[in-house]
C-alpha cells in the first residue's frame, strides 16, 4: 500500500543526544514536511522540502536539521541544541504543485519523543 | 501572519446527532483541507475542497468551501462512537505552505 512511514513510533532522548527520527514515502511526491505537535496547539512546521537536495526552515526550526537526499525519505534530526524537544512528531507529503491549488498534504503516524 | 480560527473547540454530543464545526481565515486561500486525528495517531485526510462554493461529502462527512473564500464548514451527519476523535482545517498557501486549525475535539456519548 502507498503511504507515509514513520519510525519508531516512541522514542527516548537523554540531554545531551542527537537523534534521528525516520521518514519514508511511496506516494511519489515531490515535497515532504516535518510538523511537531504539542497537547492543545496546532501543528507548527519545522523543516520543509519541495525537491531532493533542496530543503528550507519552516516556523520553528531552531534545534532541528534535515537532508533530503533521496525523493522518498526525509529525515529529522532532534539535537541537542533543543530544550525542549518533547512532542509528537509528524511527518507529511504533498504533490507539491506549488500554487496550492489541487494540493492535498498526508501523514505519517507520528513519532513521540520524550526526554529521559 | 495568518490568522486561522476554529469554532468550537471541544463538543459533547448524544450518538445520531450532527454536528457542525467551522473555520474561519484572515485571508483568501486556494484550498481548505479538513482532517481527523485519533490520540496517538497522524491525521487522516477526510474531505478537500478547491473551489469557492463547493460542497463535497465523504460518506457522512460534508464540508464546504465559503464562498468568500475564508471559510469552510465540516458537518457530520448521524453521529456514531467511532467518530471521536479532533478534527482540524487545513489552508494550504503557495508553495507547500500550510496553516493549521487548533482543532474542535468531538465527544460523542453512546
Known amino acids: 500500500d502507498g503511504g507515509i512511514t514513520q519510525s519508531p513510533k516512541y522514542l527516548f532522548r537523554k540531554e545531551g543526544q542527537n537523534v534521528t527520527l525516520s521518514c519514508e514515502q511511496n506516494l511519489n511526491h515531490d515535497a515532504m514536511y516535518w510538523y511537531r505537535q504539542d497537547p492543545g496547539q496546532g501543528l507548527r512546521l519545522i523543516y520543509y522540502?519541495?525537491?531532493?537536495?533542496?530543503?528550507q526552515k519552516g516556523d520553528i526550526a531552531e534545534g532541528y536539521s534535515v537532508s533530503r537526499e533521496k525523493k522518498e525519505s526525509f529525515p529529522l534530526t532532534v539535537t541537542s541544541a533543543q530544550k525542549n524537544p518533547t512532542a509528537f512528531y509528524l511527518c507529511?507529503?504533498?504533490?507539491?504543485?506549488?500554487?496550492?491549488?489541487?494540493?492535498?498534504?498526508?501523514f505519517g503516524s507520528g513519532t513521540q519523543l520524550s526526554v529521559l | 501572519g495568518q490568522q486561522l480560527n476554529q469554532s468550537p473547540q471541544s463538543m459533547f454530543i448524544q450518538e445520531g446527532e450532527d454536528v457542525s464545526m467551522n473555520c474561519t481565515s484572515s485571508?483568501?486561500?486556494?484550498?481548505w483541507l479538513w482532517y481527523k486525528q485519533d490520540p496517538g495517531e497522524g491525521p487522516v485526510l477526510l474531505i478537500a475542497l478547491y473551489k469557492a462554493g463547493e460542497l463535497t461529502s465523504n460518506g457522512r462527512l460534508t464540508a464546504q468551501f465559503g464562498i468568500t473564500r475564508k471559510d469552510s464548514f465540516l458537518n457530520i451527519s448521524a453521529s456514531i462512537p467511532s467518530d471521536v476523535g479532533i478534527y482540524f482545517c487545513a489552508l494550504v498557501r503557495g508553495y507547500q505552505k500550510v496553516t493549521f486549525g487548533t482543532g474542535t475535539k468531538l465527544q460523542v456519548i453512546p
Open positions: 507529511a507529503s504533498s504533490t507539491g504543485t506549488g500554487t496550492g491549488t489541487n494540493e492535498k498534504l498526508f
Open positions: 485571508s483568501i486561500f486556494n484550498t
Open positions: 522540502s519541495q525537491i531532493v537536495n533542496d530543503f
